[in-house]
């Protein structure tokens, strides 16, 4: 049966370049120690009791379940591969950041004053917003409320997370 799941594994493994592919089957071996195609309990445990880590068997299937996408308790390469894409993509997203960052912080201060950013924000043309909602936007921001984002209050800010 072809499920929605398994349609985004195979997405994921065909947005990935060649290199990409063979570094995660490469990984993809480690955890897979008896070399059948699939990730285990027993063995996912093992790699990550190597690694110094002490889960508990239900964390561990909790870990699997995140993944697994046919629902067999176990983890095969297509589901590896999602997992590691969503990874890569997190990585990637945060690279975006930091370069948003660097534009706005140009000086390298550390700070952008928060007049600057409401100055870009009604600016754009791209970005339909009030000037109300780019002033609430920019308290909300500015946590310590000191006319600084400091890049934590950045990040919080672009990525819409709990500025609360």
Known sequence: MCTKEHLANLAALQSLTEEQVAEIREAFSVFDKNGDGIVSLKELGTVM????????D????????????DGNGTIEFVEF????????????DAEEVRQAWRV??????GFIHVDEMRYVLTSLEEVD?????????????????????????????ITKKDWR
């Open 81 to 92: 591969v999602n997992m590691m894409k969503r990874k890569i993509d997190t990585i990637d």
């Open 58 to 69: 239900a964390e561990v299937q909790d870990m699997i379940n995140e993944v697994d996408a």
């Open 129 to 157: 917003v009030s000037i109300e909602e780019v002033d609430e936007l920019l308290e909300v921001a500015d946590k310590d409320g000191d006319g600084l984002l400091e890049y934590d209050e950045f990040v919080m800010m």
């Open 104 to 109: 706005f912080d140009r000086d390298s201060q």
């Open 49 to 56: 009791r190597s690694l110094g880590q002490n889960p508990t």
